[in-house]
């Protein structure tokens, strides 16, 4: 079954929340204070970073990305550097990788020691579409800006329970917690309600209510399976990780291709098992970790025969996964069974 879904970018509540308190609650100099453009730049900077709030620097080029979504450079370059000022992102060496990281992300995401995921809602992608953002820029609205992330966390959260469902807003209890004087609210009114941008739709106004959802613009559709979804994530997390403690060289094209064979040769197949019998699932994620643990290791040791990395890593994963589920009998039978029952031909690793 197909079901749409926001097309965004994930952001934690306690981000939302530690941004609201910089601007709001603390007192900086002059140079830390938190701008519009600094704000649109920590956005931008959030939907190219990874899991844990990491983005490889040789990977990075800022006025690139600015072209990509129709961002003014050099106020998008000056929000850059006026971040690291601030402390929203540093810089972070990792075995002789050198990575931009937002460690507000990388706060509050989970560990072994503390594997609850933290709550959290997406921002759709279409914030960057057209000149959005240039307008909260060109009038310096970082509360605006706050207050729509704001509004957004509580329109995903309504969309994701109910689905389809308009959020009520009080008009005098917006204006109280922008803490914005009339006129900017009203401008800020007119820019995310009435927009030709906007990614808000008004339902009506009535008695200084609004009946508020997103616009289409803001969903995508997709096969609906949100345990494959999670147990995809944890493997991709898994594999970063290993990555970033190795010794590997690779750009993030090769992380996406790694990634792309890891989908295909263990994740998808492993799932099937988990989909026949639940109870496998630890064994499952146990087995996952060790195959992708040897494979890049064994990447590791060919550092420097390797020619394409993505193609080497995928050949290295299937003969991982033949050796470990040599010793894996009952998991191979049950993922075999799986591809019998669905008159597929079982893989040579699984077999």
Known sequence: MNVKVVDGIQFFDKELECLNKYEFEYVHETKKKMTASSLVTYLLLRSLCDEVGLILEQDFNLKEECEKRNLPYSTIHNGYHRLFDIGLINIDRINGRTYIQLPIVA????????PKIPGYFYVPKVIFSSNFLRGFIKARDVRGLLGLLDLIN????????????????????LFKKFQQSKKVFNKWLQRVFYGQNSLIQVKQ??????????TEKAFRERKQDA????????????LSSLL??????????ELQEMQYACKQEIITPMYYAVEANENAMSTVKAVMADILSA?????????????VLG?????????QTKRIFQEEQPLRYLIASSY???????????Q
Do not use: C, M
């Not at 509580?154 to 209890?173: A, D, F």
């Not at 494979?295 to 020619?307: A, D, H, M, Y």
């Not at 193609?311 to 003969?319: D, G, I, S, W």
């Not at 019998?340 to 699984?350: S, T």
């Open 107 to 114: 706060a509050y995401v989970p560990t072994a020691n503390d």
């Open 154 to 173: 509580g329109l995903y959260r309504e969309y994701s329970r109910k689905r389809s469902t308009w959020i009520k807003r009080k008009k005098t209890t």
């Open 205 to 214: 106004e009535l008695d200084g209510l609004y009946e508020l959802k997103f």
């Open 227 to 238: 345990k494959l979804d999670q147990f995809q994530a944890s493997a991709h997390n898994t």
């Open 244 to 253: 970033r403690s190795s010794s590997v060289r690779y750009t993030s094209d």
């Open 295 to 307: 494979s890049v290791r064994e990447i590791e040791r060919q550092t420097g025969n390797i020619q």
């Open 311 to 319: 193609a080497y890593f995928r050949k290295t994963l299937r003969l």
């Open 340 to 350: 019998k029952n669905a008159n597929w031909d079982v893989p040579e690793q699984f």
